[in-house]
């Protein structure tokens, strides 16, 4: 018999049936027995699993003994929510080929069934162990039972070599006891709202011998939390859509695709670009949030299951290509929509969350980071309620909300990002800044240069490129005003940044931007287009009908239908030249930036000067990538047409420095 070593909790029952249970039988002798009986010591259920997260059941000592029977982010069990698709076996379509609805089109996983479909289904499973009871009784039986969150949780036995579902009538032989057996645990979904179910599940084994008293051992484990990545994490690789056609913007869109490929070969990421098509959704960053669950498995190597969270939009069928072409082995997808239609659609694309590094702060500890999300408190809209009770009932990334009113789109990443830093902390706050902005634009007024054009971009086929000037941008009815609004929200948001993460000004890299508003967005001919670059940077000659056309499609596939257009704040903006801060993070020192196309004085461009000046002081190197036709003008920049998959192998929840 093992040593107990530290005192554990046995509890025990009467003997008799155990209903999705795996019972083993100890001897606690509860009378003297006769002689035949009571000749070997008593044998205690003891059920272990991996409570100090090193991939490595203990049955011989006490490694994972303490904390079993409770759950904290620094210590306990964890196990997986088995929601991807190894041997892609799920369909995507119904009879004849038909679509599938979205609830049967997310509804088939791994654990959607009752079997560990091959090696790398096994490897989902997080591991039980039964200590040894080696002078069993040939008479003992045993079986388990899930006492808490059986609902939402399977365990399999491995007998003989193969993984098997226990059942109600599932017994353990005294043989198997003897050698001590293997569980499997998997959750068939992630955690949605806690106050119905917090993910934890507490697996019950039992020992019976004949004419003993039955002994018994919880272990307590809880689903790994689902966690949004975060730019300390590595790029691994890069996602776009890919948008079929043969018009004007469509061949645009695919000289961006090419373009991003070079980059990020540049930047030393080696897999493939993921890229979306079937639905020629452009803003990639948009209808998905990639995220991740992972524990130790055996041999001390991360688990990963990346799990793509699809926007809480319904009605964009883009999201339903993450089940159809990404859903596979390690990879996963969850949805979760709201009963009834939020007010304000385009809060609810994934360029609305972004998630904050690790942190510590006077006592709170956010060892995977923290979201961000935007809401319009000018209006009172917030997110989908559905999506932030998900990402809140995680218990370890509670979204923090940012005031987006004055941003036509809505969108937290059109303003702020979060950067590494060799640093105590690890990272900086990466910042636009209007006053930087328009500092650019009168130091070259006062320079003689106010005749300069504002953008150097050039025409679109038969369209010249921008003729406004930059005395013309400053004399202009709204665009200081707008700016100097634009930088009291970001400073008002800043402030909620440094109040909740003991950021300082001294980590903040600020980069110069300008916004315009979108009450200006009109053609030459009167036509009332909300993409309010259309007529300012297209000059006085009309735009092609096919970018005409994209601006409406842009804006309507980033803000909705707008057919019921949410209360917003009087003025609301986007970015006027391309949002340097709306780019994408390639490695830790590697920024792709919109390309700015700013005032070119002297040969050089001065937005373009500047910027690269301002993250070189963050350490960073800066490459830029034309995106003016392809998202710019659609209210989007680089960051909003792309998605990264991050590495996620490192232990999240070792508690980071403040």
């Known amino acids: 018999m093992r040593s107990l070593g530290s005192p554990r909790r046995i509890r025990t029952h009467p003997a008799g049936p155990l209903v999705l249970a795996l019972t083993a039988v100890g001897a606690v002798l509860a009378a003297p027995l006769p002689q035949a009986v009571a000749a070997g010591p008593a044998a205690r259920a003891d059920l272990r699993a991996d409570v100090n997260r090193d991939g490595r059941v203990d049955v011989s000592g006490t490694d994972d003994t303490s904390g079993e029977d409770s759950w904290s982010p620094a210590r306990g069990a964890l196990y997986l929510p088995n929601i991807d698709d190894d041997t892609r076996r799920c369909p995507t379509t119904g009879t004849g080929g038909r679509p599938l609805p979205d609830d049967r089109l997310a509804a088939c996983n791994d654990a959607s069934d009752t079997r560990v479909n091959g090696a790398a289904d096994a490897a989902d499973l997080a591991r039980l162990r039964s200590v040894p009871l080696t002078d069993l009784p040939a008479d003992a039986t045993g079986s388990v039972r899930i006492t808490t969150g059986a609902q939402h949780t399977r365990v399999f036995l491995k007998r003989a070599g193969t993984w098997v579902a226990v ?93 991003l490929e070079k980059e990020v070969k540049r930047a030393g ?139 036509g789109v809505g969108h937290v990443d059109e303003f702020v990002q979060f950067l590494p830093a060799d640093t105590r902390r690890g990272w900086r706050i990466g910042l636009a800044d209007p006053e930087a902005g328009l500092r650019l634009l009168r130091d070259a007024q006062r320079a003689g240069h106010g005749g300069a054009k504002m953008f150097s971009v050039p025409g679109l086929g038969n369209t010249p490129g921008p003729k406004e000037t930059i005395d013309q941008a400053l004399a202009s009815r709204h665009l200081v005003a707008d700016n100097e609004m634009a930088a009291r929200r970001i400073t008002a948001n800043l402030e909620i940044l440094k109040r909740e993460t ?15 508003r979108e009450s200006e967005a009109r053609t030459e001919g009167g036509e009332v287009i909300p993409v309010p670059r259309l007529t300012r940077m297209g000059g006085t000659t009309a735009l092609p009908d096919a970018l005409k056309e994209y601006g409406r499609q842009r804006w309507l596939a980033r803000t909705g239908d707008g057919s019921v257009a949410a209360p917003r704040a009087t003025v609301t903006t986007s970015a006027y ?14 920024y792709l930036a919109p390309r700015q196309w700013g005032p070119v004085i002297g040969g050089t461009d001065v937005f373009t000067e500047a910027v690269t000046a301002a993250y070189r002081r963050a350490g960073l190197k800066v490459s830029y990538i034309d995106d003016w036709y392809t998202y710019h003008l659609g209210m989007g920049e680089v960051h909003c047409g792309t998605n990264t998959l991050r590495d996620a192998s490192a232990e999240w929840w070792r508690t980071p420095a403040t």
Do not use: C
């Open 577 to 590: 030249v391309p949002g340097a801060v709306n780019g994408v993070l390639l490695g830790r020192d590697r």
């Open 167 to 259: 059942a109600p009538g599932t017994r353990l032989t005294a043989q198997e006891l003897r050698q001590g057996v293997e569980l499997g645990a998997e959750a068939t979904d992630v955690i949605r709202d806690r106050a119905k179910w917090d993910g934890r599940a507490v697996v019950r084994l039992t020992v019976s011998v004949p004419g003993q008293t039955p002994t018994s051992d919880d272990v307590t484990l809880r689903v790994a939390p689902l966690l949004t990545q975060h730019h300390l994490q590595q790029a691994r690789q890069v996602m776009v859509t890919k948008v079929r056609g043969a018009d004007e913007y469509a061949r645009e869109q695919r000289k961006f695709v090419a373009a």
């Open 502 to 516: 003991g950021v300082t000004d001294a980590e903040v890299v600020r980069v110069p931007a300008l916004y315009t």
């Open 269 to 407: 990421i080696t897999a493939p670009l993921v890229t979306f098509g079937k639905y020629d959704d452009p803003w990639a960053q948009d209808f998905v949030e990639p995220a991740y669950v992972s524990m130790t498995a055996p041999g001390g190597k991360r688990q990963v299951l990346r799990v793509l969270l699809r926007s809480a939009q319904p009605d964009r069928e883009a999201g339903r290509e993450l089940f159809e072409k990404l859903r596979g082995k390690d990879v996963g997808v969850v949805q979760a929509f709201d009963r009834s239609a939020p007010p304000d659609w385009s809060l609810n694309s994934m360029g609305n969350l972004e998630t904050i590094p690790p942190y510590t702060l006077g006592g709170r500890s956010f060892p995977a980071g923290r979201i961000i999300m935007g809401w319009r408190k000018d209006g009172g809209q917030r997110p989908s309620t559905a999506m932030r009770t998900l990402l809140k009932s995680q218990g370890l990334q509670e979204p923090l909300l940012l005031d987006t009113s004055w941003l």
